[in-house]
């Protein structure tokens, strides 16, 4: 039976880590402020937004929310971006997306500045983690790096499968892994033969957006299986990439979702938010 990994201890962990930080810089004089800009009203979005700034709370980092209708225009949204960029009292900028249609995401992530881009999808932040310079990471990823350091996986020398290769998960994912000297496969859906391709990891990283897909012929007796879905079953019922009932009982160890990336995803927004200082200092 695999260990499980829980990611909500973790999690805390890197909350309170960042919270006792941010608390010294507090004593020195210095407050860090996130600004959360959100469009519309989606109900996933909002849900998320209100865990984001939770968290920020619970950190000492201040959070401003900018609330805006649907309506909104590009124009709108780039000149309030914009004006964010150049507020010294900012220090980082979360645009929640999805955005409505008629904003270009690309055109806003790319207005964000690199210096302020807590979420690390902007293209500088993306090269920079490509060849090896400071920048912000993208969360999930981070985080799923976090979870394997912090449960005594080795991944140096060792088989890495992730599966997906989204701009915010997928290909950061792998770009980590590679930086931590895993040999790494980038699976995608004209991959052939995945079930085959899977079974070489002894790290399997997940995320497909597929509830329960990887049965237990895709996994490796032992492997550690980091699932980053987040999905919802044919009851309704949250659930993962993984199949957990059968994939617990060959992995080695396994993330759970609900409890597993997911609340990595927050806590290392905190820990970018708190990086932004020395981003901003560099
Ligand atoms: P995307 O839809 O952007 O990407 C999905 C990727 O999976 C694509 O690369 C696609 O391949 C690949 N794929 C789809 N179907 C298959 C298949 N049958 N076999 C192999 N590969 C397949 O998704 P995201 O990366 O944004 O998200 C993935 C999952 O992670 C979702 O469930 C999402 O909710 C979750 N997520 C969780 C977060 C968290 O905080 N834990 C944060 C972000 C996402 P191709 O490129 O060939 O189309």
Redesign the pocket.
Known sequence: MAIQIDGKAIAAQIKDEVRARIEQLREQGTEVTLAVVQVGADPASSVYVRNKKKACEYCGIISRSYELGEETTQEELLALVQSLNEDPGINGILVQLPLPSQIDEDRIIGAISPSKDVDGFHPQSVGALSIGLPGFIS??PAGVIQLLRRSGIEMEGKEAVV????N???KPMAALLLRENATVTV?????KN?AEVCRRADILIT????PK?FTGEYIREGAAVID????RDENGKLCG?VDYAEAEKIAGAITPVPGG??P??VAMLMVNCLASLELQQA
Not at 207 to 210: D, N, R
Not at 228 to 231: A, E, H, Q
Request: aromatic share 4%; proline share 0%.
């Open positions: 969360c999930t599966v997906g290769r989204s915010i998960v997928g699976a995608h859906s004209r991959t995945l995320a497909i957006g597929k897909f980053c879905g987040i999905n990439d990336v997911g990595m995803t």
